[in-house]
């Protein structure tokens, strides 16, 4: 082993090294805390001052679902072993550099827009040192550390990726709701520009993760992590499709995936009124756009084609339902639950139900929101809210609407029509309560359940 990776690893093990986490979102600031809380010295470093001052102060900007966060946030700070800065130079006299930034697509072409990943390893180059490891955290398409990464920070440090630096792309593996858990408790895929780095990135993650660390190359870590999201994403098409074909044929989705799946090896996902989040939205779009020499995927993008279609087929299910009481969107009121992409999440990124009430109301509806868990949608019970409305869509799966009263629903609505999206409403008990009810996926009428 070269003596720059044997000095390397000998201060990662020794907790003598010092690390600097360039952006602290959801995923570098769980990175970051759990590094400080594991011993080393942390520089977390993010452009937005508003947030740097926030955590700088030991408070976590992420507010709902994760009080073991913000507990270490506040530990690590006081103990000064997190030191937050917005300046890059920051990361001048570190061992470690770890980039996690925001990695999106563009909503019209699906294009990756590097323009955040760009600035951060511009900003980070002239700081870097021979010796240092340098890991690229963000979900990236396959060939960017070679086509973005490598030649942005060799131009702007003078250095050689592969003799200077020890280079890696190490995707996050974070679940919201579960940062720290799944931080300490997922697997994580090592891709190393050498087998030096990887060796060095092992000595660091050994120190939080306590999973497997797959060692491999930068571009099979790329096409790993925007596979196994792409894959999901086409797991869920496949159910939402099936959906769709047994409402058409007058059948119940959820008995015949129940059936399926007693199949071995079967496991149909869970049809729903749409697909949101972070990832699952991005990431196929960011493994076909890394394709080469002309390879046109199809099942990727119709897949996304299927799951962003979900909040239009709620709208087409309000419809029907309002067209059998004799009503039309234009005069009708729309009570929507459920505003997050996740049941008992207050995260609303890339959000089914804004696509749905961006239709609705392009259509001429009046429509209410109700979220208990998403700020500006959590006033007053959901019952209030629907008072006098013409039908209610429930879109996220939240325990609050686990239970609701049908009986008072139906009393409470001007036109008693209910739209299940998430398999929330139990149909004969809608039926005794005079509900009209449309359940997506079950094509079958109440008397017939
Ligand atoms: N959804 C369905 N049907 C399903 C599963 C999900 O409609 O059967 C919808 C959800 O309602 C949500 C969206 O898809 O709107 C995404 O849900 P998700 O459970 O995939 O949650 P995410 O977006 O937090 O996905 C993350 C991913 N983790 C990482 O990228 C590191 C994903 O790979 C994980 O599988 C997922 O968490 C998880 O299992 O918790």
Redesign the pocket.
């Known amino acids: 082993m070269p003596d720059h990776v044997r000095n390397i690893v000998r201060r990662l093990d020794a907790g003598e090294a010092h690390i600097a986490v360039l952006g602290l979102g959801y995923v570098g600031l769980p990175v970051a805390a759990a590094l400080a809380g594991a011993g080393y010295v942390v520089r977390g470093i993010d452009v937005r001052a508003d947030r740097a001052a926030m955590i700088a102060r030991g408070e976590s900007p992420i507010q709902s679902g994760e009080p073991d966060l913000a507990d270490l946030i506040a530990a690590v700070v006081a103990a000064r072993r997190l030191q937050v800065a917005i300046d890059s130079a920051a990361i001048a006299g570190a061992d470690v550099l770890i980039v996690v930034v925001d990695t999106p697509v563009h909503p019209d072409t699906h294009q990756p827009d590097y323009a955040n990943l760009h600035a951060a390893l511009a900003a980070a180059a002239p700081h870097l040192k021979a010796g240092m490891l340098v890991i690229v955290e963000s979900t990236i398409a396959p060939g960017t550390m070679q086509s973005v990464v490598v030649p942005v920070l060799e131009s702007g440090s003078g250095l050689s990726a592969a003799h200077d630096l020890l280079l890696v792309h190490c995707p996050?593996?974070?679940?919201?709701g579960k940062l720290l858990a799944n931080l300490r408790s997922c697997s994580r895929v090592i891709g190393g520009w050498t087998p030096d780095a990887a060796r060095a990135a092992v000595a660091l993650y050994r120190r939080i993760v306590h999973a497997d660390l797959d060692v491999t190359d930068c571009l099979t870590a790329e096409i790993v992590k925007t596979a196994?999201?792409a894959y999901?994403d086409v797991q869920?098409a496949f159910?939402n499709e099936l959906a769709l074909i047994c409402e058409s044929v007058g059948a119940d989705v959820w008995t015949v995936r129940d059936l399926v799946n007693h199949s071995p090896g079967r496991q149909v996902?869970?049809?729903?009124a749409?697909?949101?989040?972070?990832?699952?939205p991005k990431?196929p779009w960011l493994l076909i756009a890394g394709s080469r020499n002309g390879h046109a995927a199809h099942l990727i993008p119709t897949a996304r084609a299927i799951n962003e279609g979900m909040p239009m087929h709620m709208a087409s299910l309000i419809r029907q339902g309002l067209h059998l009481h004799g009503r039309d969107l234009a005069q009708s009121t729309i009570a929507v639950l459920g505003y997050a992409?996740?049941?008992n999440s207050d995260d609303d990124r890339n959000s089914?139900s804004a696509a749905l009430v961006a239709h609705l109301t392009a259509a001429g509806a009046e429509v209410r929101i109700h979220d208990p868990y998403v700020a500006g949608y959590a006033g007053g019970p959901v019952l209030d809210l629907i008072a006098g409305a013409d039908a209610v869509a429930i879109m996220v799966g939240h325990h609050q609407y686990n239970s609701l009263n049908l009986c008072t629903l139906k009393q409470r609505l001007r036109t008693p029509v209910l739209v299940d999206g998430r398999h929330v409403v139990d149909d004969v008990a809608a039926a005794e309560a005079g509900l009209t009810l449309l359940s997506l996926g079950n094509g079958r009428t109440p008397w017939e359940s």
């Open positions: 996050e593996r974070i679940m919201p196994e999201n999901r869920i159910a996902h869970l049809p729903g749409g697909v949101g989040g972070h990832c699952i990431d992409y996740l049941e089914p």
